[in-house]
C-alpha cells in the first residue's frame, strides 16, 4: 500500500501503489516487511530567515535554512506528507536515491506538480544509505531555501566517528539586492548582458558579484549562516569528527578546507570510497562528500571557497575557547584540491565487471552568450532520450564541449566512472571543461529519469535529458 492522491478534499488519500507494474514489482522488491516506517511532514512556505546578519524573505521547508534534516535507516519506508502553502507549484526530488520512479518529483515524467494549497503524500522505500538531500524539481525553486539533508544510516556499518556534523554548503540570492531567482533565470534565458563577464567564464560560475564587488551577492553560507555569524561545529580534542558535506548551491562549486586540518574522504554520493587524505576538496553543486578529521585544539575555521568567485562561506570547528577568524587565507586552500580523479569504490561496491550493451554520447554543450545549454546540440525537452533496456549496461560518454563547470546528476541509479585507474560510484559528477568521462550505468530501476547538469540555471536553460529506461 503506497502513495496518496493529491486532492485537498481528500487529504488522507487514497492509498495507490505504482501504476507501472514494472515500478511496482521494484519497489516490493526492495521493501523488507519488517521495514520501519518514517513518517515526516513537510511545509514548504514563505518565510523570514535570518542567515546571520542578514535576514531574507524567502521560501523554505518549515521556516528554516536548511529544511530540518530527514534522518532514516537504510530500508526504511519513509512517508513524507507534502503541504505546499508556496505561491507556486512544487514537488519534491529526493536527490541521490534510488527510488521508485513515481516518487522521483519530477512534474510529467514522475508526477503531477503540487498547486499551490495541495499537499502530496510521499512513500518509498529508503534502499541507499548516505548522505543524500532533497530539494523542489520546479524552475529555480532549489535556489531559494528549499533544500535540506536527507541523512540514511547504514545498520551495519555506524562509522566510528565520536561526533558528526551535517554542513550544507550554499550561493545565497533570494531577496539579496531585490534579486530572486526566477528573475534571475528568466534573465539569463533572455540572453544575458555580458560587461564584464566574459574573462570570469572559465571559472564555472555564471552569476558573478558586483562588478566592482561592492553589491555583495551571492552570499556563501553553510548551513544558513554567512561568515558574519557561522555554524559553529563543537567538539573535543583527538575526537573523530564526520563532516557530512552536501553542495546546494545552484551555480557554485566549493574548494573546501578545515585550518590546520587534514581530513580524510571517506565516501561520495552514498557509496565509500577507499580513504584519501587531503588538505582541500573540490565539490560541485549537487554532489555530497563524506570526510573524517581528528579535532585539534582550539577553534579553527572551516572555509568553502566558492570558485571563481572569490568569496567564501564558513564554518567554526571548536574544540576550545578562542576566536577563529574565517576571513584569513588558508594554505589548506594553496594548490589543486582532491578530485573525483583521485577517488576510488572499494571493490565490495563496484559494479560488476561487464562491456556495456549500449553506448550513448552525451555532449555538453553552450555558452554564456546564448545561454542555450544543451546535450548533443538540443535543448531539453528536445534531447533525445538515452534509451536503455531493462538489465542492460548503459555507458554514458559525458564531454564537456563548453568553457563552464557541468555537475552532471543522474535521477534513480548512480553510475561508475570507467576508464580510470579506480573506478568510482557516483550519481553527481563535476564535469570540468574539456573533460570527459565514460559512465557506466545498469539499468535495474524502472521507469523515466532526468539526467542534467545540477548547475539550476544551466539545467532549466536546457542541460537535461530523459535517461528512459524501456
Ligand atoms: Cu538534485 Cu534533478 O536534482
Ligand atoms: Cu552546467
Same mark, same amino acid.
Given at each position: 500500500?503506497?502513495?496518496?492522491?493529491?486532492?485537498?478534499?481528500?487529504?488522507?488519500?487514497?492509498?495507490?501503489?505504482?501504476?507501472?507494474?514494472?515500478?511496482?514489482?521494484?519497489?516490493?522488491?526492495?521493501?523488507?516487511?519488517?521495514?520501519?516506517?518514517?513518517?515526516?511532514?513537510?511545509?514548504?512556505?514563505?518565510?523570514?530567515?535570518?542567515?546571520?546578519?542578514?535576514?531574507?524573505?524567502?521560501?523554505?521547508?518549515?521556516?528554516?535554512?536548511?529544511?530540518?534534516?530527514?534522518?532514516?535507516?537504510?530500508?526504511?519506508?519513509?512517508?513524507?506528507?507534502?503541504?505546499?502553502?508556496?505561491?507556486?507549484?512544487?514537488?519534491?526530488?529526493?536527490?541521490?536515491?534510488?527510488?521508485?520512479?513515481?516518487?522521483?518529483?519530477?512534474?510529467?515524467?514522475?508526477?503531477?506538480?503540487?498547486?499551490?494549497?495541495?499537499?502530496?503524500?510521499?512513500?518509498?522505500?529508503?534502499?541507499?544509505?548516505?548522505?543524500?538531500?532533497?530539494?523542489?524539481?520546479?524552475?529555480?525553486?532549489?535556489?531559494?531555501?528549499?533544500?535540506?539533508?536527507?541523512?540514511?544510516?547504514?545498520?551495519?556499518?555506524?562509522?566510528?566517528?565520536?561526533?558528526?556534523?551535517?554542513?550544507?554548503?550554499?550561493?545565497?540570492?533570494?531577496?539579496?539586492?531585490?534579486?530572486?531567482?526566477?528573475?534571475?533565470?528568466?534573465?539569463?534565458?533572455?540572453?544575458?548582458?555580458?560587461?564584464?563577464?566574459?574573462?570570469?567564464?572559465?571559472?564555472?560560475?555564471?552569476?558573478?558579484?558586483?562588478?566592482?564587488?561592492?553589491?555583495?551577492?551571492?552570499?556563501?553560507?553553510?548551513?544558513?549562516?554567512?561568515?558574519?555569524?557561522?555554524?559553529?561545529?563543537?567538539?573535543?580534542?583527538?575526537?573523530?569528527?564526520?563532516?557530512?558535506?552536501?553542495?546546494?548551491?545552484?551555480? $557554485?562549486?566549493?574548494?573546501?578546507?578545515?585550518? @590546520?586540518?587534514?581530513?580524510? #574522504? /571517506?565516501? +561520495?554520493? %552514498?557509496?565509500?570510497?577507499? &580513504?584519501?587524505? $587531503?588538505?582541500?576538496?573540490?565539490?560541485?553543486? @549537487?554532489?555530497?562528500?563524506? #570526510? /573524517?578529521? +581528528?579535532? %585539534?585544539?582550539?577553534?579553527? &575555521?572551516?572555509?568553502?571557497?566558492?570558485?571563481?568567485?572569490?568569496?567564501?562561506?564558513?564554518?567554526?570547528?571548536?574544540?576550545?575557547? %578562542?576566536?577563529?577568524?574565517?576571513?584569513?587565507?588558508?594554505?589548506?586552500?594553496?594548490?589543486?584540491?582532491?578530485?573525483?580523479?583521485?577517488?576510488?569504490?572499494?571493490?565490495?561496491?563496484?559494479?560488476?565487471?561487464?562491456?556495456?550493451?549500449?553506448?550513448?554520447?552525451?555532449?555538453?554543450?553552450?555558452?554564456?552568450?546564448?545561454?542555450?545549454?544543451?546535450?548533443?546540440?538540443?535543448?531539453?525537452?528536445?534531447?533525445?532520450?538515452?534509451?536503455?533496456?531493462?538489465?542492460?549496461?548503459?555507458?554514458?560518454?559525458?564531454?564537456?564541449?563548453?568553457?563552464?563547470?557541468?555537475?552532471?546528476?543522474?535521477?534513480?541509479?548512480?553510475?561508475?566512472?570507467?576508464?580510470?585507474?579506480?573506478?568510482?560510484?557516483?550519481?553527481?559528477?563535476?564535469?570540468?571543461?574539456?573533460?570527459?568521462?565514460?559512465?557506466?550505468?545498469?539499468?535495474?530501476?524502472?521507469?523515466?529519469?532526468?539526467?542534467?547538469?545540477?548547475?539550476?540555471?544551466?539545467?532549466?536553460?536546457?542541460?537535461?535529458?530523459?535517461?528512459?529506461?524501456?
Amino acid at each position: 500500500i503506497t502513495g496518496c492522491g493529491t486532492d485537498p478534499a481528500d487529504p488522507a488519500g487514497e492509498a495507490v501503489g505504482p501504476a507501472d507494474p514494472a515500478v511496482a514489482a521494484a519497489e516490493t522488491a526492495r521493501r523488507a516487511p519488517s521495514a520501519r516506517v518514517v513518517e515526516v511532514e513537510l511545509v514548504a512556505r514563505e518565510s523570514t530567515v535570518d542567515l546571520g546578519g542578514t535576514k531574507v524573505r524567502t521560501w523554505s521547508y518549515g521556516g528554516t535554512v536548511p529544511g530540518a534534516e530527514i534522518r532514516v535507516k537504510a530500508g526504511d519506508v519513509l512517508k513524507v506528507r507534502l503541504v505546499n502553502e508556496l505561491p507556486a507549484e512544487t514537488t519534491v526530488h529526493w536527490h541521490g536515491l534510488a527510488l521508485r520512479n513515481d516518487m522521483d518529483g519530477v512534474p510529467h515524467l514522475n508526477q503531477d506538480a503540487v498547486p499551490p494549497g495541495g499537499e502530496f503524500h510521499y512513500e518509498f522505500t529508503v534502499p541507499d544509505a548516505g548522505t543524500h538531500w532533497f530539494h523542489p524539481h520546479v524552475g529555480a525553486q532549489l535556489d531559494r531555501g528549499l533544500y535540506a539533508p536527507l541523512i540514511v544510516e547504514d545498520p551495519a556499518n555506524p562509522g566510528d566517528h565520536d561526533v558528526e556534523a551535517v554542513l550544507v554548503l550554499d550561493d545565497w540570492l533570494d531577496d539579496i539586492d531585490g534579486r530572486d531567482p526566477d528573475t534571475q533565470l528568466a534573465t539569463l534565458k533572455e540572453g544575458m548582458d555580458m560587461a564584464g563577464h566574459e574573462g570570469m567564464t572559465m571559472f564555472g560560475s555564471d552569476l558573478l558579484g558586483g562588478d566592482a564587488g561592492d553589491v555583495d551577492h551571492p552570499l556563501f553560507v553553510i548551513n544558513g549562516r554567512t561568515t558574519a555569524d557561522p555554524f559553529t561545529v563543537n567538539a573535543k580534542p583527538g575526537q573523530q569528527v564526520l563532516l557530512r558535506l552536501i553542495n546546494a548551491g545552484a551555480d $557554485t562549486a566549493f574548494r573546501f578546507a578545515v585550518a @590546520g586540518h587534514e581530513f580524510t #574522504v /571517506v565516501a +561520495t554520493d %552514498g557509496y565509500p570510497v577507499e &580513504p584519501v587524505t $587531503t588538505d582541500a576538496l573540490l565539490i560541485g553543486m @549537487g554532489e555530497r562528500y563524506d #570526510v /573524517v578529521l +581528528t579535532a %585539534g585544539k582550539g577553534a579553527f &575555521p572551516i572555509v568553502a571557497v566558492a570558485e571563481g568567485k572569490e568569496k567564501r562561506a564558513a564554518a567554526i570547528l571548536r574544540t576550545a575557547p %578562542g576566536r577563529a577568524d574565517v576571513t584569513a587565507g588558508l594554505p589548506e586552500l594553496i594548490g589543486r584540491p582532491t578530485t573525483v580523479d583521485e577517488l576510488t569504490t572499494p571493490a565490495s561496491h563496484r559494479l560488476a565487471e561487464r562491456e556495456p550493451d549500449v553506448t550513448h554520447e552525451v555532449l555538453l554543450g553552450g555558452d554564456m552568450a546564448s545561454y542555450r545549454w544543451t546535450i548533443n546540440g538540443a535543448q531539453h525537452p528536445d534531447v533525445p532520450p538515452l534509451t536503455v533496456h531493462e538489465g542492460q549496461r548503459a555507458r554514458l560518454v559525458v564531454k564537456n564541449a563548453t568553457t563552464m563547470f557541468h555537475p552532471m546528476h543522474l535521477h534513480g541509479h548512480t553510475f561508475q566512472i570507467a576508464g580510470k585507474a579506480g573506478p568510482l560510484r557516483k550519481d553527481t559528477l563535476l564535469v570540468l571543461p574539456g573533460q570527459e568521462f565514460a559512465l557506466d550505468v545498469d539499468a535495474v530501476n524502472p521507469g523515466q529519469w532526468m539526467i542534467h547538469c545540477h548547475n539550476l540555471y544551466h539545467g532549466e536553460a536546457g542541460m537535461m535529458a530523459t535517461f528512459s529506461y524501456l
